[in-house]
């Protein structure tokens, strides 16, 4: 009997960790387009859903080809973290099938070159880039598409992603933002859009840098993708904080102080002892 009490006590403790250290973030299934004028008036709001995009949209992607991202090149040599030749610390983003970024804003009145539009995902983070990124971008860049569908998860070590349509049963990271590159630079013929690509492609203010020193196009792969905007006239607020619709939540911590894990095992240790020592 005290030893079904005790598993059952544990029991509850795990679930409501799992439950707390779940967050707000998840697989999205939907997007909100807004189209906003320059004195911050909405001019067009419509919600999509993947099953929309894929029966109305033209699909990007063929859930076979996989399309790579790159991570940071750790070096003391700046120009090395660049690593021109694309040698390594590949980020495979599966086998992805997607809408390109350009059709989306096409829903809402489409971009003018003065205009950005902005990438948001559901835990608040967001990129943003401008009109020569989204409607003429080089191959070697490739288009930029939120992808809904994963044919096959990343070859190889890498961060797992799921299988199938976006749902936390199938491809848990979507909808993501992946940048469908041709394999014009890489000499293993992988579509990958290296940290050079960027530096050749991007605009300046949209290079992204990890801990502000090694460029990384990793940094650029958002997932959870829950909005995109268009801003006529261009994004003018600060980058790297929450975006509007997000500042009622509460934030992702970047960083833990203690895990929620941690934590509950050791209150499920005392419990389990209190209980022990209360049995005859």
């Not at 299934?29 to 993947?50: C, F, H, K, P, W």
């Not at 040698?87 to 099938?97: L, N, P």
């Not at 997607?98 to 009145?109: A, E, F, R, S």
Request: with cysteine; glycine share 12%; aromatic share 10%.
């Amino acid at each position: 009997m005290k030893t079904r009490i005790i598993l059952l006590t544990l029991l509850a403790v795990f679930c409501l960790i799992s439950a707390v250290s779940a967050g707000p973030s998840g697989a999205t299934t939907e997007l909100q387009l807004i189209r906003i004028a320059e004195n911050g008036t909405t001019l067009d709001q419509q919600t999509v859903s993947y099953q929309w995009l894929e029966e109305n949209l033209p699909v990007l992607g063929d859930g076979v080809t996989h399309y790579y991202h790159q991570g940071p090149v750790f070096t003391d040599d700046p120009e090395a973290r660049w690593d021109v030749n694309e040698t390594g610390s590949f980020k495979d983003r599966g086998a992805v099938k997607g809408t390109d970024v350009k059709d989306l804003c096409g829903l809402i009145g489409g971009m003018n070159p003065e205009d950005d539009v902005m990438i948001v995902a559901a835990d608040g983070y967001h990129v943003e880039y401008g009109y020569t990124t989204i409607y003429t971008p080089s191959a070697r860049q490739g288009p930029a598409a939120v992808c809904w569908y994963v044919g096959e998860d990343v070859s190889g070590v890498g961060e797992r992603q799921g299988i199938g349509y976006t749902g936390k049963e199938g491809y848990f990271l979507g909808m993501r933002l992946v940048f469908l590159a041709d394999a014009s630079t890489n000499a293993e013929g992988l579509h990958v859009f290296g940290n050079n690509d960027m530096r050749e492609t991007l605009p300046e203010k949209s290079v992204y840098f990890y801990e502000g020193l090694y460029p990384s196009t990793s940094g650029l792969t958002v997932k959870w993708v829950s909005e995109i905007r268009v801003y006529e006239g261009g994004y003018t607020g600060e980058a790297g904080v929450l975006a509007k619709s997000m500042t009622n939540q509460t934030a992702v911590p970047t960083e833990a102080a203690a895990s929620p894990l941690g934590i509950g095992i050791l209150l499920a240790g005392i419990l389990a002892a209190g209980i022990l020592r209360r049995q005859p």
